[in-house]
Structure formats: C-alpha cells, structure tokens
C-alpha cells in the first residue's frame, strides 16, 4: 500500500473514531446528567488509569492500549447498556461486526490486526490484561458516577450496585475503597454532608 493510500485509510479510521469524542455514554444521558462524558472520555481516563498500575506480572502497555480500543466498536454501534433489551450475544454480535467494519478502513494493516486483536481479547476475558481492563472500565465509571453525584446532585446508587464485589485486581480494590469513602463521607447522593 502506497504512502498516500495509508494515509488516507488512517484518515478514513480516525473519522470513525471522531464519533466516540460525540457519542455520550448512555447510562448517563438516561440518569439526568447535564454534559456527561462521551465514549472517548471514558476510554481516555481508563488509558490513563492503566498508566497508573503497578504490577509487574501484567503487560501494562497493552492493558493501554486495550483500554483506549475497548469500546471502539461504539463509533458504529452505539453504546448499548444491559437496559437497552438487547441480549449480551446480540451486543456481542453486533460489536463484533462493528469491529470488523472499523478495521476493514485500516485495510490488512497490523495495526487493524493488532487493534482487533486487542478489542477480542477484552471481549473474551481470558487473560490477566483484559481482566484488569475490565476492572478498570467499572472503577472508571463509579469514579464518574460519584463525581455526577457531586455536581448533578444526583443518586447514582445503581451503577455502585452494579459493581459490587466484582473488582479482582488489588490495586483497583484499593481505589475502589477509597471512592466509596469520599462517597460516604460526601453523604449517599454525593452532595457534602449538612453541617
């Protein structure tokens, strides 16, 4: 592939990735939020939050790059939350037809080889990597939860629930605790404690 069709094809991506920065998160938008976050925002801070772990039996580049893909089949897709009546195999089917699709605009690349790879390998579940990804989509999104709380003023107790005791990784454990101390001692609906 010559220089100037590679180019194109990454443009052609990075196009359906631009729908990630405008597509908001679902759960969010059905709560009331004002503003929520989109896609991409979740995706970036979990990048971010895999940066910051500290075990030296995972392979912390590609828990990165896992966490910055995981959710890309939802620039086609949508994202789809378990209220939505669609099945997890349904879901499933129809991010994975997502997936193919965006990496098709990456032509037989290694990085569309790579990116695919990477979004299965979360979906599968299997390895130590996706497992923390995993870990981290959750704590990301009770992070997020407990800030809404503050500024919207909002009960968010549903996406805790829905988190509950399914953290494996200690060092996840351990932020995990400490937002639910800050959401404690900031009272059950997030709004600072009456004086």
Not at 64 to 82: N, W
Request: proline share 3%.
């Amino acid at each position: 592939m010559s220089l100037d069709a590679k180019a194109s094809s990454v443009v052609d991506f990075l196009s359906v990735v631009e729908r990630l920065k405008r597509t908001k998160r679902t759960g969010w938008i059905n709560n009331g939020i004002s503003g929520p976050e989109s896609i991409a925002d979740h995706m970036y801070r979990m990048g971010i939050m895999a940066m910051l772990i500290e075990d030296p039996t995972l392979d912390r580049h590609r828990c990165i790059k896992m966490a910055i893909v995981h959710d890309l089949a939802e620039a086609l897709v949508g994202d789809i939350t378990p209220y939505d009546g669609v099945s997890k195999e349904k879901k499933r089917e129809m991010e994975l037809d997502g997936m193919r699709e965006i990496a098709k605009t990456l032509g037989d690349s290694e990085y569309a080889k790579e990116i695919e790879a990477l979004w299965l390998e979360y979906e599968d579940d299997e390895t130590a990597e996706a497992h923390l990804v995993h870990d981290l989509d959750k704590c990301e999104m009770i992070q997020q939860a407990m800030e809404y709380e503050r500024s919207d003023g909002k009960d968010l107790e549903s996406f805790f629930a829905s988190t509950k005791g399914i953290f494996r990784h200690p060092q996840v454990q351990s932020w995990v605790e400490e937002i639910y101390r800050r959401r404690k001692n900031a009272g059950a609906s997030g709004a600072p404690p009456s004086s």
